[in-house]
């Protein structure tokens, strides 16, 4: 079974500053994770995945995230906030190595940035 | 190429009404999985399926099935529906090997669901 808990269902950061959105999962075998970001009334894009590969992973808008396995954490990262990035933003959870599991969503955290 | 498309994008039921909701995967791909997002919570996983199977599925009860066709569109149907039931049910498609998740989920923009 696996889980996963967004740290602040809410942060407010100021544009131009760093983003910095908390994941940690719980997984009983090594897992994929994954970051979705959800504008408002629209479907969940992917940002970035891990599948054990390189444990930095860099996706689109300037977004990266870094598996920690001893954190059991995979923390969203952003070095320059842009009006843009306002949205709500999904970490997620499979089993790797095959399986039809499904993803495992976070609550999400609503990405607030101020002018 | 198209994108996962679903339809309708908004409709109102009331309790014990059905609900058959539609969905077509992105070109290409071989697996669609429904989701059923809550106001104000993430996405919860219903079911996959491939080549025309369900192969995997959450935590939800008989009166949510599916179908999948040889087109590898796909229908979500809801009997009985009950107010807890009102949420944003997300399709996404994927292309995957045997029963391998990539975990690239392509999702559409979703069918808001209300039921009084």
């Known amino acids: 079974a696996q889980s996963v808990t967004q740290l602040g269902s809410h942060v407010s950061v100021s544009e131009g500053a760093l983003v910095l959105l908390r994941c940690n999962y719980s997984?009983?075998?090594?897992?994929?994770l994954f970051w979705y970001v959800q504008y408002p009334n629209q479907g969940l894009q992917l940002l970035l995945k891990?599948?054990?590969?390189?444990?930095l992973v860099k996706g689109i808008n300037g977004f990266e995230a870094e598996f920690k396995k001893s954190e059991t954490s995979f923390h969203l990262t952003k070095p320059s906030a842009h009006m843009s990035d306002a949205a709500e933003y999904f970490c997620?959870?499979?089993?790797?190595?095959?399986?039809?599991?499904?993803?495992?969503f976070g609550k999400g955290t609503h990405l607030i940035i101020q002018p | 190429e198209t994108g996962v498309t679903q339809s309708p994008t908004h409709l109102i039921k009331t309790r014990g009404q059905q609900v058959t909701l539609r969905c077509s995967s992105q070109?290409?791909?071989?697996?669609v999985s429904w989701y059923q997002q809550a106001l104000g919570q993430g996405p919860q996983f219903i079911f996959q399926?491939?080549?025309?199977?369900?192969?995997g599925r959450g935590n939800f009860p008989p009166r949510f099935s599916g179908l999948q066709f040889p087109n590898y569109s796909s229908e979500l149907n809801v009997n009985a529906l009950e107010l807890d039931d009102s949420a944003l049910y997300l399709c996404?498609?994927?292309?995957?090997?045997?029963?391998?998740?990539?975990?690239?989920?392509?999702f559409g923009e979703g069918s808001r669901l209300t039921v009084l």
């Open positions: 997620a959870v499979t089993p790797s190595g095959g399986g039809a599991d499904g993803l495992t």
């Open positions: 399926y491939y080549r025309e199977e369900e192969n």
């Open positions: 070109s290409g791909h071989n697996t």
């Open positions: 891990y599948t054990s590969a390189a444990t």
């Open positions: 997984s009983s075998v090594p897992p994929y």
């Open positions: 996404a498609s994927s292309l995957a090997s045997g029963t391998i998740l990539s975990g690239e989920l392509f």
